[in-house]
Nanobody, 111 residues
């Protein structure tokens, strides 16, 4: 059974940093394309970043230069390092494999 469990969210001040984790089970992380998406209050899902099985990385314009996606294949864990956070980054963040996503982790950027 595929499982994705996000963690690492929280309340952070503008300009701060957070690192989100997504622990996966039921498949080998390095063999699949993995995405981070987010959903801000009252809005639809927004794609944030992707890493392919070959390690090709891409970011939404809103994340470029501030967010870094990575994975630890030995630990079967996906990460999203987020720096210089802005209030508009406030959202529930999900890791996604295909059509499966976890329960999400809440990020609130506020002073």
């Amino acid at each position: 059974e595929v499982q994705l469990v996000e963690s690492g969210g929280g309340l952070v001040q503008p300009g701060g940093s957070l690192t989100l984790s997504c622990a996966v089970s039921g498949f080998t992380l390095s063999n699949y394309v993995m995405n981070w998406v987010r959903q801000a209050p009252g809005k639809g899902l927004e794609w944030v970043s992707r890493i392919t099985s070959g390690g090709i990385i891409s970011y939404a314009d809103s994340a470029k230069g501030r967010f870094t996606i990575s994975r630890d294949n030995a630990k079967n864990t996906l990460f999203l390092q987020m720096n210089r956070l802005k209030p508009e980054d406030t959202a529930v963040y999900y890791c996604v494999k295909g059509t499966t996503r976890g329960q999400g982790t809440q990020v609130i950027v506020s002073s």
